[in-house]
T-cell receptor
Framework: GQNIDQPTEMTATEGAIVQINCTYQ??????LFWYQQHAGEAPTFLSYNVLDGLEEKGRFSSFLSRSKGYSYLLLKELQMKDSASYLCALDNYGQNFVFGPGTRLSVLP | GAVVSQHPSRVICKSGTSVKIECRSL??????MFWYRQFPKQSLMLMAT?????????EQGVEKDKFLINHASLTLSTLTVTSAHPEDSSFYIC??????????FGSGTQLSVL
């Protein structure tokens, strides 16, 4: 099976940088995805890693280390609208996705 | 990007009634669609995988007779919550994946059973 872990909650200040970690145990996967979800809404895609290393997309970056079973999402220049839940998910060889428990981020003024 | 449409967005019903939720892929064909359920402050839990033209695959612990899934065409999957009870109140989200792309989600259905 697959097991994914994320911190439950995080708090950061507007304009700051925050790193949200995701650790996992799995026998294999295609890639690791990060989604953002505001309360009562569907998740929206943020970033995707197949190979080890850093993927940068504007204010959001994601990092993957397969050997360490570890990923993180980095959010820069935090804005109030970034207050949301952040979900990491493993792509189960092109079939279903397995989602982590999610991290609720609160951005304070 | 690909679009997945889900209706209705919100349902309030009495206990014992059945509720049907529709999920459509608008600009691509989806032989497989995924149905997730999410309780407040919890993550997405996969309920079942809907397969066009064949039976759905249910995750462990999900009652297939209670959550009926029909995937009659390449663009439409439906989830019917039969004889809904208050404990079935949840946020239901469908998703689909164009070939070699990321997972796209419908807008979700908030079900409240009184």
């Amino acid at each position: 099976g697959q097991n994914i872990d994320q911190p439950t909650e995080m708090t950061a200040t507007e304009g700051a940088i925050v790193q949200i970690n995701c650790t996992y145990q799995t026998s294999g996967f295609n890639g690791l995805f990060w989604y953002q979800q505001h309360a009562g809404e569907a998740p929206t895609f943020l970033s995707y890693n197949v190979l080890d290393g850093l993927e940068e997309k504007g204010r959001f970056s994601s990092f993957l280390s397969r050997s360490k079973g570890y990923s993180y999402l980095l959010l820069k220049e935090l804005q109030m609208k970034d207050s949301a839940s952040y979900l990491c998910a493993l792509d189960n060889y092109g079939q279903n996705f397995v989602f982590g428990p999610g991290t609720r981020l609160s951005v304070l003024p | 990007g690909a679009v997945v449409s889900q209706h209705p967005s919100r349902v309030i019903c009495k206990s014992g009634t059945s509720v049907k939720i529709e999920c459509r892929s608008l600009d691509f064909q989806a032989t497989t669609m995924f149905w997730y359920r999410q309780f407040p402050k919890q993550s997405l839990m996969l309920m079942a995988t809907s397969n066009e033209g064949s039976k759905a695959t249910y995750e462990q612990g999900v009652e297939k007779d209670k959550f009926l899934i029909n995937h009659a065409s390449l663009t439409l999957s439906t989830l019917t919550v039969t004889s809904a009870h208050p404990e079935d109140s949840s946020f239901y989200i469908c998703s689909a994946r164009p070939a070699n792309e990321k997972l796209f989600f419908g807008s979700g259905t908030q079900l409240s059973v009184l």
